[in-house]
């Protein structure tokens, strides 16, 4: 198994129906709870251990899903309240050195958890026309909410398989 991209990268070439954005929003609806099953009661040395050479840690992973997704919560926000914005990246390696990503997993899971409420109920309430609305990402350019959803469901998922490959591996 390909250890950076464990479930391959995103592709989505269909159209996006509402049967496919329901299971999509499932899947971000139910990533917090699949989390805490997976990680929450992996103990220190498990957390600190990279799913990969040269790969974050457990820990640096569930903070990083924490920060990825309070920012897509927001882009889609601003793309649902302002014509085509033009959204900021951030650096995601340099966020994964700062001092709060060595904090107990436990304060971004329950964000993810309350994030996620809120998030998944803002999905549900998109129209046919919201789901056609866009943002503009500096490197990926314009991105359809609809297909954003999309992207957060496989981002969800990707990580949570980082997390799980190495549990398997190691015989957590």
Known sequence: MEM??????FEFDG??????????????????RILRDAAGDLD?????????????????????????HMNAYI???LALTEENPVIKPYE???????TDYNLPIDSS?????????????????????????TFVHPDAGE???????????WHGRHHLAHITSLCTHKGW
């Open 92 to 98: 995601e390696a340099k966020w994964a050195e700062l």
């Open 44 to 68: 220190n040395e498990q957390l600190d251990t990279p799913y990969r050479s040269d790969g974050w840690t457990v820990r640096q992973v569930i903070h990083h899903l924490a920060d990825s």
């Open 15 to 32: 159209e996006i129906t509402e049967s496919v954005t329901e299971e999509w929003i499932h899947d971000i609806e139910n990533l917090p």
């Open 109 to 133: 899971l329950s964000l993810l958890e309350a994030l996620h409420r809120r998030w998944t109920n803002l999905l549900r309430s998109l129209s046919p026309a919201d789901m056609k609305k």
């Open 75 to 77: 882009r889609f926000k």
């Open 143 to 153: 991105v359809s909410l609809g297909t954003n959803i999309g992207i957060y469901a």
């Open 4 to 9: 950076k991209y464990p479930i391959g990268k």
